[in-house]
Structure formats: structure tokens, C-alpha cells
């Protein structure tokens, strides 16, 4: 087949149905953006200040300063962080949801919650120092949200973040003070990145990345704080098996999709789709309520309760061109504004829920955690409303999907190796990874890109390093991909491990009554759930009595786009992780921080970027890091 901007089959199949109905997609924009602007590329146009824009010129020829005198470096350091700063502004927000919502809970205001894993809350209690001996849950959980909370408010700058600090090894967490790049206060910190970047602050490139870096660490405890406190209220991900791409949206049923990132909303609206079922058959919905995932909320439901996932970042008009899509929910971030302008070509309601996400074309039904059931209640009987309307000429389902067995959180992960070593899981691993039959992890995260083939060099990654006894790892949009595609399959395991990893995969399995191996590739959650992939990797470091860049670890973001993902990728620099991205980041303009990024880091915290397009060069270069790496072990 003549691929056109995606390896996706079920993608394949809509491209004509928005062509015909001359409905743009994300592709069509793209193209009508070329050439796009060199200068914004390479990160040397800079629009801080009403003097600008500036630019300088990358051939030496033109201009070399801005009007204020900060040359390519200040400018290309500066736009990086302000960057980071969103993506850390992004993930610790949903945090703080979620922070605030355990809070209300725990205080007995939040009816439409409760604590699920109540295992977790007290080893999340445990961790942080708070003792729950004696404590009601209720006691506990409001106790573990204000400690958490800490995080958001802490003004003595000397006190690093709790979820940081304990999180990580000691090691590291010693070094990270060391450098200055600690984070005492998440908001506090993303506060002085936009100061520091402010006309006429920071002008040292070096010195604002270190801010980059700190506000990295910031993101990173959000992210912590997502996942843990999720897990405590929502329940701990478990392997599941589950179906992912568009097939898994249906003809007879009512077709919901939860799409964005907090699972705040999605999880009561499973709930209520649930309960209220009836609703939808009374209808005319033999099938029911159906409800599938896009991007990280449905990756988040995907994990936790086996909801199908529809599809990943970049196909998420898609689910709206089957024609049989009745309502899409969407929460924040990562929402493509065109979502409004398609959804009103169909009969689909685009519904927004968050005050701070709303989009032309949308209903916008307010949730807040108070009023969360009525807020489902109302979403179910808009799209009850929608499927009235649905044409059943225009339906267009494209029968594509692939099994994906999902929800390997770290505890899972514990679990099922404790099946092989009950008083020691991590026994068999390490013996594995010494005995060479697993060589090294790769954690695949990040978005998808209109600046790649989409999916494409995912799944060739995975299928290269996993032929060479590498151990996958995945989150986000690039677990979406890697399910789509079939990877989280025990059929995947049997075609594309290399034997010792197939044998490692298997023995597992057999031990979990699996009647095979585990999944080639390990779906770790959502974006926020790279923390899940850190939990792991530090309990081995630990074990090992090495710090986390010792370890033959990697982590590859082949089609990063995202502020998020800029940052989740510097703090994986940060605590030791050669990086891989797929895409050019937009640096190129400077090459101090260019050769920062790429080389000079490396000496300082032991992780840097990997910056290689091709995915067959890439699955090479990460192979070739993990040898070092375990040379540097002796192994
Ligand atoms: Ni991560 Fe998830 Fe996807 Fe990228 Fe966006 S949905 S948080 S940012 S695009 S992986
Ligand atoms: Fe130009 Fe300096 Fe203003 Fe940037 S901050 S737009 S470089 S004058």
C-alpha cells in the first residue's frame, strides 16, 4: 500500500471519506503550511518583547542580536524553557486536580469518588513519611493531599519537593541538589522560568537551561503526583486485555469518547455509562453506551478498566469521520481546535468540561468534582440526544483493530515477577539482565508528529530493539501507536523477541497462567505514567547500588511534539537517561545549547539526546548506548 501520512490502516481507510466530503485534517493543514519558517525551527525568532519580533540570521550574514542585544544562544535558550515551563505547568495542573480532588474526598465533599486502592494510599503515606498507623482512610487521604499539595506552596526554598526527592535515588536526588536544579516548589518554579526568561533576565544560555533542567524536575514531581494519587483513587493499573484502533467504536452501540488527559471526568462517566445503560438502549442502541479512549485520558481508562482505545494523538479527528462517533469529551490538552469545526460536519457533539478548554463548535457542559455525576448524567443524554440525529449512510467503520493486553503498572510488574521469585521479584530480572538474556529497557513515550510518517518508527523501534533482547516499555500517544499496531501482543512476543528475551517474556507468562509470554511491549499508562517506567528503574538501580545513569536504560520519543514532552524528555536527561527523539528539536539555531543538549550534558547528569530521524539508525544508536552501558556495569 502507498502509505500517505500515517502507517495506520484504519487512517488509510478515512483519508478519502475527508477528501470527499472536503473535510481538512491535520494532514491537509500541514501541507498548507509548507515551508514553514526556518527561523521558528531553529529557535531563533524571538517574540518576548514588543520590540520584536527579532531574528537572527543562522548564516552569520544578517543580523546577529535581537533589538535588546540577545543573541542566538539567549534566544534559543530562553524559548526552550519557556517550553518547559508550559509542559511542567500542563502535567502538575492535572496534579493538582487531582490533589485537590483527594483533598475534598477525604474531607467527605466528593460523593463521586472514593479511595479504590487503599493498599496504595498507605504505601503512597509510607513514602511521603506520614504515618498511618491508627489513621481512617478519610484521615489518610486528606493528609496525603496536603503533603502533596506541599509541593504547589512550599516557600522555603532549601526543602526540595517531597514527591521529588523521594522518588528518585539518593544518589541522584543528592546531585540534582548539588546542581541547583532541586525544585522546592513546582508552581513557584515554573513562575521563575517566565520570570527569568522576561526581557532583560537571564542572558547566560548555560544558566537558563539549568532553569530548563530544574523546571524539568518540577514537571517530573506533577507527573508523580498525577499517577500515585491517581492510582489511590482510581485504582492501581493490572493487566488487562483490551482492542485498540477505530474498530473498536460500534455500529449498534452509542459511541462515546473520552479524550485529553485527567481522568477526573472519564472515570464517573464509565461509571454512569455503566449504571445507566438502559438509557442508551431505550434509545435504539442494542449495544449500549460505548465508550473508547483517544490520546492520555484514554489512556488512563485504557489501563485501569480495559475501555478500547479509538486511536492516538494525531488520528483524533478520525473517531468523528466513522460517522458513528455520537459524543466526544474532552477534558485538556492536546485537543486539536479542529475537533470543533468536524464534529459540527457529523452529527457528534464535541463536549468541553474544563473552564480552561473551551473550542468553537463545542457544547461546553462545566465539570467540577463536586458536580461530577450530574455532569455524566448530562454528557450520556447529549449523546442519546446525537445518536438521534446519526445518519446511517454516512457510517464508516473502519473494521481495524488489534488486541492489546494493557495496565502494566510498576506494581503489576512486581507482581507478576513475584510469581517467579515471591521474596525477591527483582531477583529474575536482574538475573536476566546480567545473564545478557534481556541487554537493556527502552521506554517509548511521546506524541505524534506531522513531521513523521505517523506510527512509523514506533512500531520499526520496537521491532528492532525488541529482535535484539530489549525489554519495551510504553506510554502516551506512543503506547497508542504500539497497540494499534498490535505490539501488545503475546503473538508479537512469539514473532519479534529475540530468544532471550522471548524466553524471559515466556517464563513469566507461564508463571502468571498467562499459557505464554507477557506482551512484546508493556503498556505503562499515560503520559504522566513515565513515572511508573522511574519507579521501576530506580528499584533496580537501588539493587544494583548504582545510580539510574548507570543502568542499561534508554528512552526513545520518536515523534515528539508537545511542550509536555520537551519537558518529560530534558528531566529524563536529568536523572541519567540517553534520550532519543525522532524529531529535530527546535535548538538547531544555537550551537551552544545545541552541543549542551546533545554532548556536554552528558559529563554532568549522564543523560543527553539522541537526535536521529531514522528509525533504523536510531534502533542502532540506542543498542549501541545500551552496550556501554553495560560495559560500564562489566556486564
Ligand atoms: Ni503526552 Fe498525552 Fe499524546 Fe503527546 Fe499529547 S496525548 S501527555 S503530549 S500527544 S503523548
Ligand atoms: Fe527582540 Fe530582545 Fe524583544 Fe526578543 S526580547 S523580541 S530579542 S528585543
Known amino acids: 500500500m502507498n502509505l500517505r501520512f500515517s502507517i495506520d490502516e484504519a487512517v488509510q481507510k478515512l483519508l478519502p471519506v475527508a477528501e470527499?466530503?472536503?473535510?481538512?485534517?491535520?494532514?491537509?493543514?500541514?501541507?498548507?503550511?509548507?515551508?514553514?519558517?526556518g527561523f521558528g525551527k531553529m529557535g531563533i525568532c524571538c517574540r518576548i518583547c514588543w520590540k520584536g519580533p527579532c531574528r537572527v540570521d543562522p548564516f552569520g550574514k544578517g543580523a546577529q542580536r535581537g533589538i535588546?542585544?540577545?543573541?542566538?544562544?539567549?534566544?534559543?535558550?530562553?524559548?526552550?524553557?519557556?517550553?518547559?515551563?508550559?509542559?511542567?505547568?500542563?502535567?502538575?495542573d492535572h496534579g493538582r486536580h487531582i490533589a485537590l480532588t483527594m483533598r475534598e474526598v477525604g474531607k467527605g465533599n466528593a460523593p463521586a469518588y472514593t479511595i479504590k486502592d487503599e493498599e496504595k494510599l498507605k504505601r503512597i503515606a509510607q513514602r511521603l513519611g506520614i504515618d498511618w498507623e491508627g489513621k481512617s482512610i478519610r484521615e489518610l487521604?486528606?493528609?496525603?493531599?496536603?503533603?502533596?499539595?506541599?509541593?504547589?506552596?512550599?516557600?522555603?526554598?532549601?526543602?526540595?519537593?517531597?514527591?521529588?526527592?523521594?522518588?528518585?535515588?539518593?544518589?541522584?536526588?543528592?546531585?540534582?541538589?548539588?546542581?541547583?536544579?532541586?525544585?522546592?516548589?513546582?508552581?513557584?518554579?515554573?513562575?521563575?522560568?517566565?520570570?527569568?526568561?522576561?526581557?532583560?533576565?537571564?542572558?547566560?544560555?548555560?544558566?537558563?537551561?539549568?532553569?530548563?533542567?530544574?523546571?524539568?524536575?518540577?514537571?517530573?514531581?506533577?507527573?508523580?503526583?498525577?499517577?500515585?494519587?491517581?492510582?489511590?483513587l482510581f485504582g492501581t493499573p493490572a493487566p488487562t486485555v483490551t482492542e485498540a484502533n477505530l474498530g473498536v467504536i460500534k455500529e449498534d452501540a452509542i459511541n462515546i469518547a473520552v479524550h485529553g488527559h485527567n481522568p477526573l471526568l472519564s472515570e464517573v462517566v464509565c461509571d454512569a455509562a455503566a449504571m445507566l445503560n438502559d438509557l442508551a438502549k431505550q434509545a435504539g442502541a442494542p449495544g449500549g453506551f460505548n465508550i473508547v479512549g483517544v490520546c492520555c485520558t484514554g489512556n488512563e481508562v485504557m489501563v485501569r478498566h480495559g475501555v478500547p482505545l479509538a486511536t492516538n494523538y494525531l488520528s483524533q479527528e478520525m473517531p468523528i469521520l466513522t460517522g458513528a462517533l455520537e459524543a466526544m469529551v474532552v477534558d485538556v490538552q492536546c485537543i486539536m481546535p479542529s475537533l470543533g469545526a468536524i464534529a459540527q460536519c457529523f452529527h457528534t457533539e464535541l463536549i468541553t468540561t474544563m473552564s480552561t478548554t473551551k473550542i468553537?463548535?463545542?457544547?461546553?457542559?462545566?465539570?467540577?468534582?463536586?458536580?461530577?455525576?450530574?455532569?455524566?448524567?448530562?454528557?450520556?443524554?447529549?449523546?442519546?440526544?446525537a445518536y438521534q440525529r446519526r445518519d446511517p449512510k454516512r457510517v464508516n467503520i473502519p473494521q481495524v483493530k488489534e488486541k492489546a493486553i494493557v495496565g502494566f503498572s510498576a506494581e503489576a510488574v512486581i507482581g507478576a515477577l513475584s510469581q517467579l521469585d515471591a521474596h525477591d521479584p527483582l531477583q529474575p530480572l536482574l538475573d536476566n539482565i546480567v545473564n545478557g538474556n534481556i541487554q537493556g529497557i527502552c521506554l517509548f513515550a511521546g506524541c505524534n508528529s506531522t513531521n513523521t510518517l505517523q506510527?512509523?518508527?514506533?512500531?520499526?523501534?520496537?521491532?528492532?530493539?525488541?529482535?535484539?533482547?530489549?525489554?519495551?516499555?510504553?506510554?502516551?500517544?506512543?503506547?497508542?501507536?504500539?497497540?494499534?499496531?498490535?505490539l501488545m501482543t503475546q503473538e508479537a512476543t512469539l514473532a519479534y523477541a529475540g530468544d532471550g528475551l522471548k524466553a524471559v517474556l515466556t517464563a513469566i507468562g507461564q508463571a502468571n497462567g498467562l499459557n505464554g509470554p507477557l506482551p512484546l511491549v508493556l503498556h505503562m499508562g499515560s503520559c504522566v505514567d513515565n513515572t511508573r517506567a522511574v519507579?521501576?528503574?530506580?528499584?533496580?538501580?537501588?539493587?544494583?547500588?548504582?545510580?539510574?545513569?548507570?543502568?542499561?536504560?534508554?528512552?526513545?520519543?520518536?515523534?515528539?511534539?508537545?511542550?509536555?514532552?520537551?519537558?518529560?524528555?530534558?528531566?529524563?536527561?536529568?536523572?541519567?537517561?540517553?534520550?532519543?527523539?525522532?524529531?529535530?528539536?527546535?535548538?538547531?539555531?544555537?550551537?551552544?545549547?545545541?552541543?549542551?543538549?546533545?554532548?556536554?550534558?552528558?559529563?554532568?547528569?549522564?543523560?543527553?539526546?539522541i537526535v536521529e530521524t531514522d528509525p533504523e539508525e536510531a534502533?542502532?544508536?540506542?543498542?549501541?548506548?545500551?552496550?556501554?552501558?553495560?560495559?560500564?556495569?562489566?556486564?
Open 360 to 385: 468553537p463548535g463545542a457544547t461546553h457542559v462545566q465539570f467540577d468534582k463536586e458536580n461530577a455525576v450530574e455532569s455524566a448524567r448530562k454528557i450520556l443524554e447529549l449523546a442519546v440526544e
Open 535 to 609: 519507579s521501576v528503574a530506580v528499584a533496580i538501580a537501588q539493587k544494583l547500588g548504582v545510580d539510574l545513569d548507570r543502568l542499561p536504560l534508554v528512552a526513545s520519543a520518536p515523534e515528539a511534539m508537545s511542550e509536555k514532552a520537551v519537558a518529560i524528555g530534558t528531566w529524563a536527561v536529568a536523572l541519567g537517561l540517553p534520550t532519543h527523539l525522532g524529531t529535530v528539536p527546535q535548538v538547531l539555531g544555537s550551537q551552544v545549547v545545541t552541543e549542551v543538549l546533545t554532548e556536554k550534558i552528558k559529563d554532568i547528569t549522564g543523560g543527553y539526546f
Open 20 to 37: 470527499k466530503d472536503k473535510i481538512q485534517t491535520v494532514w491537509d493543514r500541514h501541507k498548507d503550511q509548507q515551508p514553514q519558517c
Open 619 to 635: 534502533a542502532k544508536k540506542l543498542f549501541a548506548v545500551i552496550q556501554e552501558k553495560r560495559a560500564g556495569l562489566n556486564l
Open 68 to 92: 535588546c542585544g540577545a543573541d542566538a544562544h539567549t534566544i534559543v535558550a530562553r524559548n526552550l524553557i519557556r517550553g518547559i515551563a508550559a509542559g511542567a505547568a500542563a502535567h502538575s
Open 455 to 486: 506510527d512509523r518508527s514506533f512500531v520499526e523501534l520496537a521491532k528492532g530493539l525488541a529482535a535484539h533482547n530489549v525489554l519495551l516499555l510504553a506510554t502516551g500517544c506512543g503506547a497508542g501507536a504500539l497497540a494499534k499496531h498490535g
Open 141 to 232: 487521604t486528606k493528609e496525603v493531599a496536603d503533603t502533596s499539595l506541599e509541593d504547589y506552596s512550599r516557600q522555603d526554598s532549601k526543602v526540595p519537593c517531597r514527591w521529588a526527592e523521594l522518588t528518585m535515588t539518593e544518589e541522584r536526588a543528592a546531585k540534582l541538589k548539588q546542581w541547583g536544579v532541586m525544585p522546592h516548589n513546582i508552581d513557584a518554579t515554573v513562575a521563575e522560568i517566565m520570570s527569568r526568561t522576561h526581557v532583560g533576565c537571564d542572558a547566560d544560555p548555560v544558566n537558563i537551561l539549568l532553569g530548563g533542567v530544574k523546571g524539568a524536575v518540577a514537571d517530573y514531581t506533577g507527573m508523580y503526583i498525577s499517577t500515585e494519587l491517581s492510582d489511590a
